[in-house]
């Protein structure tokens, strides 16, 4: 590191603004496109990948301040499990169209299938917009066996076992490893899941296959579960400061419009991404402004601090290693 990389270290960390990489999907929308003309479908907001804006640690990656500050910038919990990588992965997903039908492995199963460095993909979403009638798929309909499921993927009749699963803005959907799901178009969302992109495609809507998206059909029935169902907090059921969802690698929960305090003790770093309107973060001795879709990891050492509104609202996810 540089010598100023090093005086980083050797002082208080205050949060860390996060770079987006945007993706362009074939199913991708325009609302995550600054100009409005990509079809934008992943926007990754918080990622070992992502680039540090500013600050002493400018352009540096996540997972490089990850090695460089451990602890310090994980927290206890955090760096437990990191296995040397920032460990969650935050996404704003944009659908204009289906997403293809899908399935994700389990620790277990992606060190066995993809090598023994790669680690599941358990994941949640929130809500943010949905057009009238939006829905997911979200598991399979009750009594399917395997040899129907086989028989399905193979002859292309995939959705006759389907479940369907209506959401509204403000609803979280917890979607264990082993769930085959899909986004239904009209929908703009933040999901939060382990630092793992493994996705294995069921099917893709009678889309050509290429070597871009390719089918996975040995992959996805190898780590199926038949029974998996998700979990869904709707939004009338929220409550702000109470965790939308938690399981072993993230809790997520909500904040605004009005001010939020989050304190002390802190076992792990927040990664916070601004979902509406504009905010500050108000800590001991800093202060950052944050603007709609934008992200920043709140080291752990950084201690409490506030979210204030800039301007007349904000509401901003935070998630964490519980």
Same mark, same amino acid.
Not at 65 to 83: F, I, K, P, W, Y
Not at 241 to 261: I, K, M, Q
Not at 273 to 285: I, Q, S
């Given at each position: 590191? =540089?010598? *100023?990389? +090093?005086?980083? +270290? ?29 079809? #934008? ?6 990622? @070992? ?33 990191? @296995?040397?990588?920032?460990? +969650? ?46 829905? %997911? ?6 009594? =399917?066996?395997? $040899?129907? !499921? ?28 082993? +769930?085959?799901?899909?986004? @239904? ?12 992109? #493994? =996705? ?7 889309? /050509? ?7 996975? !059909? ?13 979990? %869904? ?9 109470? /965790? ?8 997520? $929960?909500?904040? @605004?419009?009005?001010?939020? =305090? ?25 202060? $950052?402004? #944050? ?6 990891? %709140? ?17 901003? !996810?935070? *998630?964490?290693?519980?």
């Amino acid at each position: 590191m =540089t010598g *100023a990389g +090093l005086a980083f +270290l050797a002082g208080m960390l205050t949060p860390l603004r996060i770079a987006p990489v945007l993706r362009e999907r074939v199913w991708g929308g325009r609302r995550l496109d600054p100009e409005g003309v990509r079809s #934008i479908g992943e926007a990754w907001v918080v990622h @070992g990948s992502n680039r540090i804006v500013g600050g002493s640690l400018d352009g540096r990656t996540l997972d490089q301040a990850t090695a460089a500050l451990g602890e310090r910038l994980l927290g206890r919990r955090g760096a437990s499990a990191a @296995g040397g990588r920032f460990p +969650l992965l935050v996404k704003l997903l944009d659908a204009a169209d289906w997403l293809s039908v899908q399935v994700h492995p389990d620790d277990e199963q992606a060190a066995r299938l993809e090598g023994a460095d790669q680690v599941g993909k358990t994941e949640a979403w929130h809500i943010l917009e949905a057009a009238p009638g939006a829905r %997911v798929i979200a598991g399979l309909r009750d009594g =399917t066996t395997r $040899e129907a !499921l086989e028989r399905a993927i193979r002859a292309g009749t995939l959705l006759e076992l389907a479940r369907y699963l209506d959401v509204r803005p403000g609803d979280t959907v917890f979607n264990r490893a082993g +769930l085959v799901h899909a986004l @239904g178009p009209g929908l703009l969302l933040y999901e939060v899941q382990q630092s793992s992109d #493994i =996705t294995y495609r069921v099917w893709d809507w009678n889309r /050509p296959a290429s070597p871009e998206r390719p089918l996975h !059909l040995e992959q996805s029935l190898a780590v199926v579960r038949l029974d998996a169902r998700p979990e %869904v907090t709707r939004a009338d059921a929220a409550v702000d400061g109470v /965790p939308l969802t938690s399981c072993p690698y993230f809790a997520l $929960e909500r904040f @605004g419009p009005g001010p939020a =305090t989050l304190g002390t003790p802190r076992p792990s770093f927040d990664a916070l991404t601004l979902v509406e309107g504009a905010a500050v973060l108000r800590g001991d001795g800093w202060s $950052e402004e #944050i603007g709609r879709f934008e992200s920043a990891v %709140v080291p752990a050492e950084a201690g409490a601090y506030r979210i204030e509104a800039r301007g007349d609202t904000y509401r901003a !996810l935070v *998630a964490r290693v519980p």
